[in-house]
């Protein structure tokens, strides 16, 4: 039972989500050989760093790499009708987690949301979202509990097509919780819930308008790192004086860690992603890899009981409702609030 609400947590991710390319344009901006100059063909600014020669220079590597980007995703668009991936999530953050025995508590990083998607026919796709834990800790004594796998595990499969949202297998309409292969006009959908009202799948849905906060694109074979923020692009090299050691660590653990999703494209030497969040409370955060429009990191709302005495307050507002993921009262999560991040792709 929920009788308090905390922004710890979404401080947290914001900030870990934020941390390295907000560091890496705010420090290349104050950097004593940071160079910006006007484009004469438009009104963008573009930022070079120090192995660019000039900004005709940085202007046709910006126009070739987006050029690349898209005839990448037109080719994985053409193959989505052969589509049949499993998607391995890690929950980020601990969650709480309704069963037979009372709630439990997973730890932040030992459970999983793995996402089965294959294409059905049409735009259509069968999706089977799947909650994986083994360990969990019994709120009502706090002691350690090795549950069932038939509670532990647990599936919700849905339809789902792009641009839309999911489908109940009875065809009710739940919202676009998960968006997935697309990167325009993106929303959320949440279950709206009066405090001290059980939040269900017959609750009305509010969809809020996801904007996107910047994109970020990794050249992992020239080593070179492109930022876009509004109209200022910003481009960072490991002959960076200043942050040459920051950008080397950046690309390899980007290297490493985006390897599955850029094995999908037809450009695996490039990883690029935007960042979304939710136009107004509650918030959303989305990464959403650019040439696939597969998420890489969701954080979002879960399905909490919230009691009639408990103050919610967004925008220093307080409300007298709560507004619930979908997928989280789909799969039994009662936690505030869930963060989910893509670790690994099965075909």
Same mark, same amino acid.
């Not at 009372?102 to 089977?128: C, I, Q, R, W």
């Not at 789902?160 to 949202?165: A, E, I, R, S």
């Given at each position: 039972?929920?009788?308090?609400?905390?922004?710890?947590?979404?401080?947290?991710?914001?900030?870990?989500?934020?941390?390295?390319?907000?560091?890496?344009?705010?420090?290349?901006?104050?950097?004593?050989?940071?160079?910006?100059?006007?484009?004469?063909?438009?009104?963008?600014?573009?930022?070079?760093?120090?192995?660019?020669?000039?900004?005709?220079?940085?202007?046709?590597?910006?126009?070739?790499?987006?050029?690349?980007?898209?005839?990448?995703?037109?080719?994985?668009?053409?193959?989505?009708?052969?589509?049949?991936?499993?998607?391995?999530?890690?929950?980020?953050?601990?969650?709480?987690?309704?069963s037979p025995f009372g709630d439990v508590l997973v730890p932040a990083n030992s459970s999983k949301l793995l996402v089965h998607v294959e294409k059905t026919n049409g735009s259509t796709?069968?999706?089977?979202? +799947? #909650?994986?834990?083994?360990?969990?800790?019994? %709120? !009502? &004594?706090? /002691?350690?509990?090795? $549950? =069932?796998?038939?509670?532990? @595990?647990?599936?919700?499969?849905?339809?789902?097509?792009?641009?839309?949202?999911?489908?109940?297998?009875?065809?009710?309409?739940?919202?676009?919780?998960?968006?997935?292969?697309?990167?325009?006009?993106?929303?959320?959908?949440?279950?709206?819930?009066?405090?001290?009202?059980?939040?269900?799948?017959?609750?009305?849905?509010?969809?809020?308008?996801?904007?996107?906060?910047?994109?970020?694109?990794?050249?992992?074979?020239?080593?070179?790192?492109?930022?876009?923020?509004?109209?200022?692009?910003?481009?960072?090299?490991?002959?960076?004086? +200043? #942050?040459?050691?920051?950008?080397?660590?950046? %690309? !390899? &653990?980007? /290297?490493?860690?985006? $390897? =599955?999703?850029?094995?999908? @494209?037809?450009?695996?030497?490039?990883?690029?992603?935007?960042?979304?969040?939710?136009?107004?409370?509650?918030?959303?955060?989305?990464?959403?890899?650019?040439?696939?429009?597969?998420?890489?990191?969701?954080?979002?709302?879960?399905?909490?009981?919230?009691?009639?005495?408990?103050?919610?307050?967004?925008?220093?507002?307080?409300?007298?409702?709560?507004?619930?993921?979908?997928?989280?009262?789909?799969?039994?999560?009662?936690?505030?609030?869930?963060?989910?991040?893509?670790?690994?792709?099965?075909?």
């Amino acid at each position: 039972m929920v009788n308090k609400l905390s922004r710890g947590k979404i401080l947290a991710v914001l900030f870990c989500l934020s941390l390295i390319v907000l560091s890496l344009i705010i420090l290349h901006y104050i950097s004593p050989s940071r160079e910006a100059v006007q484009s004469p063909e438009s009104t963008n600014t573009t930022t070079r760093s120090s192995n660019m020669g000039n900004t005709d220079d940085a202007d046709k590597y910006i126009s070739l790499i987006e050029m690349t980007l898209n005839e990448c995703r037109i080719d994985f668009q053409k193959r989505l009708p052969e589509l049949s991936v499993i998607l391995e999530y890690r929950f980020a953050i601990a969650i709480i987690v309704e069963s037979p025995f009372g709630d439990v508590l997973v730890p932040a990083n030992s459970s999983k949301l793995l996402v089965h998607v294959e294409k059905t026919n049409g735009s259509t796709f069968l999706v089977e979202f +799947t #909650l994986k834990f083994d360990e969990a800790v019994l %709120l !009502e &004594n706090h /002691s350690m509990v090795l $549950l =069932p796998q038939s509670i532990s @595990t647990r599936k919700a499969v849905l339809q789902y097509v792009p641009g839309k949202g999911y489908y109940l297998p009875n065809g009710k309409y739940l919202g676009n919780f998960f968006p997935m292969f697309e990167v325009e006009n993106l929303q959320a959908s949440f279950i709206y819930a009066k405090k001290g009202e059980w939040p269900t799948l017959d609750n009305d849905l509010k969809t809020l308008r996801l904007e996107k906060v910047d994109t970020v694109i990794a050249d992992l074979k020239n080593k070179i790192i492109v930022s876009q923020l509004g109209n200022t692009s910003t481009i960072l090299s490991p002959a960076n004086e +200043t #942050l040459g050691p920051r950008i080397v660590a950046y %690309l !390899e &653990n980007i /290297s490493k860690t985006s $390897l =599955p999703v850029r094995r999908l @494209t037809s450009c695996p030497s490039i990883y690029a992603v935007e960042h979304y969040q939710s136009s107004e409370a509650p918030v959303m955060l989305l990464t959403i890899n650019l040439p696939t429009g597969i998420p890489t990191f969701l954080y979002s709302t879960g399905c909490p009981r919230i009691i009639p005495s408990t103050k919610v307050t967004w925008n220093n507002q307080e409300q007298d409702y709560y507004l619930h993921s979908p997928l989280a009262c789909l799969l039994g999560i009662r936690s505030l609030d869930i963060a989910v991040e893509l670790e690994n792709i099965y075909p």
